[in-house]
């Protein structure tokens, strides 16, 4: 089946830019897009000023809320989504599914509220499915995902008209539950593939298993498949789950958190309480200090709060977009696992999946900066090595770390020894990613996966002849060689000096 809703004009590692088609709002959202999350009843910013001032092209509200209520039922069906919220651009509707999981029932059936979301002129309809929670037994977790499966294939015979309709993926914490449930929901001719249930991951601080999950559902999805990852809402994760493959998010925490005095960063939460400076630029902070905010109502402080908390998360989608543009979103992504170690082991379960990311990562970008340990298993060094294999090689090879002066006697061809990436034909030297830019301090990482490439190259030509000068590696990358690869280091003395001595 042709997906011709989401267009990729851009990538970097899995992250994508992209367009949303949404025929029936008659609009295009560029895509990673964030869709604040907007309470019927309960309005911090209008949606009026989320278009406005914050530049939302979508926004997420709850249809199973309309639908309970006696004040809004059947005004919203009157004047629909659109009047009644007063937004211009795209609008999606929840079904019910986080109220299903919160209270363990609600009082429409899945045919029933994608109806009303068709009626009130919903542009993307999502069906009731289950949100299993993580940790559930296997059992539980595939019984709960047979329901969903039946109600997605009901939700495909369901006739929507121009409203696209989502395809909720579930399965729990179990990554090829994920896969299964997402190569069903691909096979339906639904739109939209929100990947279900990860807010308890969420709050647990358990990024990594978010990565699981997320990876998990993408091996099951084309690439033509929009990825929702729903209740992502705070913005310290958009770059890592950007990097995973995610294009669209809903943020209620921007108004929750202000609810609660609590700050939003892209380093994490602050409570306006423990806050001497605003340490942003935004319209808000400009104009505030913590103090004078303390000292307002309660209401406006919420709204206040809120603002700034929707500007942080704009802003960040806008440094992914220009980081994909340029290349640099893994750089993004290493400075944001910097902020929390669980970011980190969210970032280094990412990594895990170099195989997979590579499948989708650019050959060619600006420029790679080797920014920390974790830069060493980023899928530009895996493909390196995958490429040395196919390259072809003389009887005697050396490889010789840069600036390093050496006798070439007796030797076929010199290549470059450059961490992380390891042996460096002459013709490549100058090419992405192998004029990598790295600190003079280098950490062992980035000497060990140029002893892997080494490896590589090895195990790809047994027939030839290979000499390794370094440059003062440490033994946890040398005693990676094979010992058929004779290593030595320079001679760290002046620049007269030509020879070099056998090594440890
Ligand atoms: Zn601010």
Request: glycine share 6%.
């Amino acid at each position: 089946m042709v997906r011709d809703i989401f267009e990729i004009r851009g990538q970097d590692a899995a992250g994508r830019l992209g367009t949303l088609s949404v025929p029936r709002a008659g609009r295009t959202v560029e895509t990673p897009a964030l869709l604040p999350v907007v309470n019927p009843h309960l309005q911090t910013v209008s949606p009026r000023r989320l278009a406005d001032e914050f530049g939302a092209e979508i926004l997420i509200t709850n249809s199973y809320i309309l639908h309970g209520s006696d004040d809004l039922r059947e005004e919203v069906r009157e004047r629909g989504l659109h009047d009644l919220l007063d937004f211009p651009g795209a609008i999606m509707t929840d079904s019910g599914s986080f109220q299903l999981a919160e209270y363990g029932e609600i009082d429409v059936t899945s045919e029933e509220i994608l109806a009303f979301q068709r009626e009130i002129g919903s542009d993307i309809g999502t069906p009731v499915d289950i949100p299993t929670p993580p940790d559930v037994d296997r059992e539980r977790a595939e019984e709960e995902l047979r329901t969903t499966q039946e109600r997605l294939e009901r939700a495909e015979g369901f006739d929507a008209g121009e409203m696209l309709l989502s395809a909720p993926i579930q399965g729990s914490t179990q990554p090829d539950l994920r896969t299964e449930a997402a190569r069903h929901a691909y096979g339906t001719d639904l739109d939209v593939f929100p990947v279900g249930a990860v807010v308890p991951l969420m709050n647990a601080y358990r990024f990594d298993d978010v990565v699981e999950v997320v990876a998990g559902a993408k091996r099951g999805l084309g690439a033509d498949a929009p990825v929702h990852l729903f209740g992502a809402g705070h913005p310290m994760l958009f770059a890592l789950a950007v990097a995973c493959g995610c294009d669209l998010f809903d943020s209620a925490a921007y108004a929750l958190y202000a609810r609660d005095d609590r700050y939003l960063t892209v380093r994490g939460t602050r409570h306006v309480e423990e806050l001497e400076e605003f340490p942003c630029a935004c319209p808000v902070c400009s104009e505030h200090t913590p103090r004078s905010l303390r000292e307002r109502s309660n209401r406006d402080r919420e709204r206040l709060l809120a603002e700034h908390n929707l500007h942080v998360s704009f802003a960040e989608i806008r440094r992914i977009k220009a980081a994909i543009r340029s290349g640099s979103l893994l750089e993004l992504v290493e400075t944001r696992a910097r902020a929390h170690p669980t970011m980190l082991d969210g970032y280094r379960a990412l990594l895990e999946h170099a195989e997979w990311l590579e499948a989708s990562d650019p050959a060619s970008k600006d420029a790679f900066f080797y920014v920390s340990g974790e830069s060493a298993r980023r899928p530009e060094v895996r493909r390196h090595h995958a490429r040395l294999s196919r390259l072809s090689l003389p009887d005697r090879l050396l490889l010789v770390a840069e600036e390093v002066p050496t006798r070439t006697e007796g030797v076929d061809e010199v290549w470059g020894l450059h961490p992380p990436l390891g042996p460096v034909p002459p013709d490549l030297a100058e090419t992405y990613p192998c004029n990598a830019e790295l600190p003079t301090r280098l950490d062992a990482s980035a000497y060990e996966a140029a002893a892997e490439g080494v490896v590589a190259l090895a195990a790809a030509h047994p027939e030839t002849e290979m000499r390794v000068v370094h440059d003062g590696w440490p033994a946890s990358a040398r005693s990676r060689l094979p010992e058929r690869v004779e290593c030595v280091r320079a001679e760290p003395t002046d620049s007269s000096a030509t020879g070099a001595e056998r090594g440890q």
